[in-house]
């Protein structure tokens, strides 16, 4: 009787958290279907593959950095071929055992935002969303402006996106936005004054949440990258060790 007690009682306490775990995925999976926001999506498919395929070399520039070498420490360089392929190696070996170091797409990003709403932000958030401004700053700062510095930081050296059909794409997407600007900016000042103050107000906030979300999501994969980093790491340093510069 006690341990169906006990049973009983975890379950109870276990209900708001399910409840709301299924309220997340409900409420992420409209803004998916209401709000596509398909340039962030695929900028976010583009910049977190490109970042997955650079991370070794990352890692390599911490290296040389920390060790005051010079550019001759980079591709073509065989002790760096043989650190990177370490390195890499130990990332694909991962990814098999745990499934992709970077959730690339909105869905990720949207279920940790939504995860960190408040009941009342919920319900603001939600309803702001549906309006005509809010309408306005989602397409303009969410899908606009967020995938725009998205494709400026894949273009951002030491390591741009190289030439090819993914750089080609983001080129044709950052176009789009430069056209979608120009008819927004018009809407916008024909929004009337209450709506216009509650794009600032709701805006700036759902802004803040998407950063802190985008945080969230960047400190899951930095502790996992470095655990892999900390499993080849003695090889890893005999391989600089002997590198000579």
């Known amino acids: 009787m006690k341990n169906a007690i006990a049973v009983l009682s975890l379950c109870s306490s276990l209900l708001p958290v399910l409840a709301w775990a299924d309220e997340v995925d409900y409420i992420t999976g409209k803004l998916v279907e209401e709000a596509p926001l398909k340039c962030l999506d695929e900028a976010l498919t583009i910049s977190n593959n490109h970042f997955r395929s650079i991370l070794p070399d990352l890692m390599l520039d911490g ?14 360089n065989e002790n760096y071929r043989q650190a990177r392929d370490l390195l890499e190696m130990a990332f694909q070996d991962d990814e098999v055992s745990n499934g992709p170091l970077l959730d690339a ?3 990720p990003l949207l279920h940790t935002m939504v995860s960190a709403w408040t009941p009342a932000q919920r319900t603001e958030f939600q309803a702001f969303l549906k309006q005509k401004g809010g309408r306005l700053y989602r397409d303009t700062m969410m899908d606009g402006a967020m995938c725009e510095a998205l494709i400026e930081l894949s273009s951002t050296p030491p390591h741009p996106l190289p030439p090819g059909a993914d750089k080609n794409r983001l080129y044709a997407l950052a176009t789009g936005i430069g056209i979608r600007k120009m008819t927004m900016e018009l809407e916008f000042n024909l929004l009337p004054k209450d709506q216009a103050a509650q794009v600032e107000k709701a805006g700036a906030e759902l802004s803040k949440s998407v950063k802190q979300a985008f945080g969230t999501v960047s400190q899951a994969y930095a502790a996992r990258a470095e655990q892999v980093f900390r499993a080849v790491e003695p090889d890893l340093k005999k391989i600089l060790a002997a590198y000579k510069p």
Do not use: H, M
């Open 105 to 107: 797409g909105l869905p």
């Open 63 to 76: 290296a040389r950095d920390l060790r005051k070498w010079g550019p001759e420490w980079g591709p073509g």
